[in-house]
């Protein structure tokens, strides 16, 4: 007790501590439930997995931007539509022609259609906030997504989108025309930063399997926790620290070391998807995949700054919310992804 009737806050190591239990907690939870979806179905419940993971993660981004309730309406959109699309190559896969489910064009086809539904979506919420209330707004997104879905994979489709949320914005507002299409443009953009990775998931588990979605989740979480305790007991320098003053080069080759560990001991023990992987090669995707995740925490470092804000929400206590806990996921699944693509 620091005063008499005052409780004694915790110190940053028990705040290490407590987050990392409840972070991993989460993550071998999450692994052990992997673990029994099985069969035909299993991608589509990783699905639904993934869409409850996306909102909430849409709504803390949301929360975060400059106009909350537009950048809702934007996520919203862009959301919807790359599921949607999903959703269609999984079904297109669990047909009777078995056709891939990941494929490099199935995965530009998500990415082009959140970011044109996530312009659309900004562009419309906008331009419509003020004669349509709050859930008019429900259906208008999804429209949107259905409509921007549907639309072949060429290189109009962005094309399109954007030349289209000009031509509202102006023709709407014509006054302060330029900062709002700048509001739009980060509004489209953010939705890049996790929607289709999420959206995706499913796909990565139709190609991987089991082994290959548990794989993702350890390699990418495992740094964490040997960054925290790295950097609590070594930590003494601070590359960065107006971005992320709690990171320090100790803590980080701590992470690289567990994940090169933990991609090493996959690669022994046969977890790793694709077959027979040597222990260099296991060693090389814990690096990549260490590398990517705790690049995806400084980027979600770098938003929360812009944003003014210390975690992205209390979702999940210790932890902070839904970005904080997924932030790494955000850049290790395209890594995933583009690991399976090449075969490497």
Request: proline share 4%; charged share 10%; aromatic share 6%.
């Amino acid at each position: 007790m620091d005063e008499e009737g005052a409780p004694k806050s915790p110190t940053r190591a028990q705040k290490i501590l407590r987050r990392t239990i409840v972070g991993g907690s989460i993550a071998l939870g999450t692994a052990g439930l992997i673990s029994l979806v099985g069969g035909s179905s299993g991608p589509f419940l990783v699905h639904g997995f993934s869409a409850l993971l996306l909102l909430g993660s849409m709504i803390e981004a949301a929360r975060a931007a400059k106009t909350p309730r537009c950048a809702l309406w934007s996520l919203g959109a862009a959301g919807a539509a790359a599921m949607l699309a999903a959703l269609g190559f999984l079904r297109a896969h669990s047909g009777e022609g078995e056709s891939p489910a990941l494929t490099g064009q199935n995965f530009t086809h998500v990415v082009t259609v959140a970011l044109a539904a996530g312009l659309v979506g900004a562009a419309l919420s906008r331009a419509l906030s003020e004669q349509l209330d709050r859930i008019a707004l429900v259906p208008m997104c999804l429209v949107v997504a259905l409509l921007i879905g549907s639309v072949p994979l060429d290189r109009l489709g962005v094309a399109t989108a954007a030349a289209w949320s000009v031509v509202v914005i102006l023709s709407l507002r014509p006054s302060g025309a330029r900062q709002v299409l700048r509001d739009i443009l980060a509004d489209g953009v953010r939705a890049l930063w996790f929607v289709p990775a999420l959206a995706c998931l499913a796909l990565l588990h139709a190609e991987l399997g089991q082994a290959g979605l548990i794989s993702l989740i350890l390699l990418s979480k495992i740094g964490d926790i040997f960054g925290y305790f790295g950097g609590s007991l070594f930590g003494k320098h601070h590359p960065l620290p107006r971005l992320s003053p709690g990171k320090t080069t100790e803590g980080f080759a701590c992470s690289l070391l567990g994940g090169v560990g933990a991609g090493v001991a996959l690669a022994h023990w046969g977890v790793l998807p694709g077959g027979a992987v040597s222990l260099a090669g296991g060693a090389l995707v814990g690096a990549l995949m260490n590398l990517a995740a705790q690049l995806g925490d400084l980027l979600e470092s770098w938003v929360k700054r812009r944003s003014g804000v210390k975690d992205s929400g209390t979702t999940f206590g210790p932890s902070g919310g839904f970005l904080d806990l997924l932030d790494s996921f955000f850049l290790t699944i395209p890594v995933a992804i583009w690991l399976a693509l090449t075969g490497a």
